[in-house]
């Protein structure tokens, strides 16, 4: 399976301001995806990051205030723009690896705290 | 909104006990996917089941999948205390090349403390 690090594991950042998260993966990757989990909460997807093409977010998350980069096959940022409180949530990247194709696997999470 | 909906939200068990988590989901899918977090920590992938298959196991790991309910169980036999965390199941609807391929629709979880 893919192994996938993220920086920073965690932050402490003051509303207003802005955060941005990185995610690497140590194998080339077509899709890579971004979720937020929210205190006590589930996951769920903010956007699929594609390589050469603008990332497709899904219902509820907006462009300007989670822009993402995907520069090449290993590599992604997600930032996290005026972030307010209730932005404090864990940000992970995902990537699909494994014998099946259908695998996916997480990265170890961005803890985020917006005071 | 939330595909899956698991039972029991948290269940407390002794080690060695078996302990049995039960997903369900509203739509077609592809595959479904347990997964395993520490404290708040990163998801450890456990074991992928897909939509043709009825069960699967994986060491201690047991997985069921009822396509007709729209259902799934996952089952920890002679758990430890090493087991105690949020269980997940995540479902995939999408074939390659398609929409929702990739997209995961997560389950609320399930919060498993194991006694020593």
């Known amino acids: 399976s893919a192994v996938i690090s993220q920086k920073p594991s965690r932050d402490i950042c003051q509303r207003g301001t802005s955060l941005t998260i990185q995610c690497q993966v140590d194998s080339q990757v077509t899709m890579m995806f971004w979720y937020r989990q929210q205190p006590g909460q589930s996951l769920t997807l903010i956007a699929t990051a594609n390589q050469g093409s603008e990332a497709t977010y899904e219902s509820g998350f907006v462009i300007d205030k989670f822009p993402i980069s995907r520069p090449n096959l290993t590599f992604s940022t997600l930032t996290v723009s005026n972030m307010s409180p209730e932005d404090s949530s864990i940000y992970l990247c995902s990537v699909y690896s494994g014998t099946s194709g259908y695998e996916q696997y997480f990265g170890p999470g961005t803890r985020l705290t917006v005071t | 909104s939330q595909q899956g909906e698991e039972d029991p939200q948290a269940l407390s068990i002794q080690e060695g006990e078996n302990a049995t988590m039960n997903c369900s989901y509203k739509?077609?899918?592809?595959?479904l996917q347990w997964y395993r977090q520490n404290s708040g920590r990163g998801l450890v992938h456990l074991i992928l089941?897909?939509?043709?298959?009825r069960e699967k196991h994986s060491g201690r790991l047991r997985v069921t999948l009822d396509t007709s309910k729209k259902s799934s169980s996952l089952l920890i036999t002679a758990s430890r205390a090493a087991d105690t965390a949020s269980y997940f199941c995540a479902t995939d609807g999408g074939d390659a090349g398609g929409t929702s391929y990739g997209k995961l629709t997560f389950g609320q979880g399930t919060i498993l403390t194991v006694h020593p």
């Open positions: 089941i897909r939509s043709n298959e």
């Open positions: 739509t077609s899918i592809n595959n």
